[in-house]
């Protein structure tokens, strides 16, 4: 992998640009988003890892100038946050993974970081799932109730799409979370209860649809 690792702390900087150099992989280092934003221009990188709290500007804000201008690197964020908040704040402007620094183990952040450029190369083709009234069409990144579209986060349009495609069966909390924010992803069941309450609401009257299953998960249920 051809590696862009940004974040103020030259001694973090070091210590992440040494887990994937031992792995064989290429790094180039930023200390602000400036700099981050600059070299992102100038040439193509196979992975964005990202810090939260930088000089000149949140990390937060690079993924969404990132996103806006049509840039499709993964983007992994690396920081000392991890309020459920903030991971949802991160996903929803459109960074693939959050991994708080003081869990990031080595091999921990190198599956997680490989998991994400597999992924980008190899991606599975996007779909256009119909349950009743509902339509989610992942490639472009839309959906549409009765006919009339829908203003949904990335997150919420990922879970729905989980659960259209999956319309009349139960998905559990963990098979929700992995494909809403990634294998291995600590949310909270309280996050994943809030996206879900959010996504009811803007469903409108087909939200009655949107059903919790005590001691299982969630089901979308036929019309």
Request: aromatic fraction near 4%; charge should be neutral.
């Amino acid at each position: 992998m051809d590696v862009l690792l940004t974040d103020d702390d030259p001694q973090i900087l070091e210590g992440v640009r040494r887990v994937f150099e031992r792995r064989g992989h290429a790094v180039a280092t930023a200390a602000t988003a400036k700099d981050a934003l600059r070299a992102l221009e100038r040439r193509s990188f196979d992975l964005l890892v990202l810090d939260w709290n930088l000089p000149d500007q949140e990390g937060v804000e690079v993924v969404e100038k990132l996103r806006a201008s049509g840039r499709m690197v993964p983007v992994l964020m690396l920081t000392a946050r991890t309020e459920q908040d903030d991971l949802v704040r991160a996903l929803d402007a459109g960074a693939d993974d959050f991994l708080p620094k003081q869990s990031a183990r080595p091999d921990v952040l190198l599956a997680r970081a490989e998991a994400l450029v597999r992924r980008a190369l190899y991606p599975p083709p996007p779909r256009r799932i119909v349950a009743g009234d509902i339509l989610v069409d992942e490639g472009a990144k839309a959906a549409i109730v009765g006919g009339e579209p829908l203003d949904l986060a990335p997150s919420e349009l990922r879970v729905l799409a989980l659960l259209a495609a999956s319309c009349g069966k139960v998905l559990s909390r963990a098979e929700l979370t992995a494909g809403c924010w990634g294998d291995g992803a600590d949310v909270t069941d309280n996050a994943l209860e809030s996206l879900i309450k959010r996504l009811r609401k803007k469903l409108g009257p087909a939200g009655d649809r949107l059903q919790a299953v005590r001691l299982r998960g969630y089901v979308l249920l036929e019309r």
